[in-house]
């Protein structure tokens, strides 16, 4: 029978392994989540998120939890919904249009006239560039143009889609 005692030398030895094991069992509880790109649906219309490019991320509300958008546009529209978006705990991610990796949302700056999966149009780009909107003019040009119409079809498109049938 072994009857080693503990001492504080063998403990101290013991504490970073303790700590890296803590470390994986955790969620990150800040910062954006990993997607499964082609896996993970928008939860704002609900398609498939593929594309980093233009993907975004929302991390906030009671429990912090991250929500996920194939559009940057989505997420806008979601955030305008929640009473907690512009609490400064909620974190906005989105995904850089030159490399697909996360960008601070609130401190990117949005070129136009992209073709982005729900047709919002707007691509982030880390720094300042002729022509690129702030996070605060982003916001307002999305809210006053409202969802798309892939993402809510209008009467008048269902119609217009019955009609070409014949």
């Keep these: 029978?072994?009857?080693?005692?503990?001492?504080?030398?063998?403990?101290?030895?013991?504490?970073?392994?303790?700590?890296?094991?803590?470390?994986?069992?955790?969620?990150?509880?800040?910062?954006?989540?990993?997607?499964?790109?082609?896996?993970?649906?928008?939860d704002y219309c609900g398609m498939i998120v593929d594309d980093p490019h233009f993907a975004a991320q929302v991390r906030g509300g009671p429990k912090r939890k991250v929500f996920k958008f194939d559009d940057l546009g989505d997420a806008i529209l979601y955030?305008?919904?929640?009473?907690?978006?512009?609490?400064?705990?909620?974190?906005?991610?989105?995904?850089?249009?030159?490399?697909?990796?996360?960008?601070?949302?609130?401190?990117?700056?949005?070129?136009?006239?992209?073709?982005?999966?729900?047709?919002?149009?707007?691509?982030?780009?880390?720094?300042?560039?002729?022509?690129?909107l702030d996070f605060p003019a982003l916001k307002a040009a999305i809210l006053s143009r409202g969802s798309t119409s892939r993402c809510e079809p209008s009467e008048n498109i269902s119609t217009a889609m019955v009609e070409d049938r014949g």
């Excluded at 305008?80 to 700056?109: C, I, N």
């Design 1 to 42: 029978m072994c009857n080693h005692r503990m001492n504080r030398r063998h403990f101290m030895g013991l504490v970073p392994g303790l700590a890296l094991v803590a470390s994986g069992c955790t969620k990150n509880e800040t910062g954006p989540a990993e997607i499964k790109w082609g896996r993970d649906t928008c």
């Design 79 to 132: 955030l305008s919904k929640q009473s907690w978006a512009d609490e400064p705990t909620t974190e906005f991610w989105v995904g850089s249009l030159e490399t697909g990796e996360w960008l601070d949302g609130r401190k990117a700056f949005y070129v136009g006239d992209q073709r982005t999966p729900m047709a919002h149009g707007y691509g982030a780009v880390a720094a300042a560039k002729a022509g690129a």
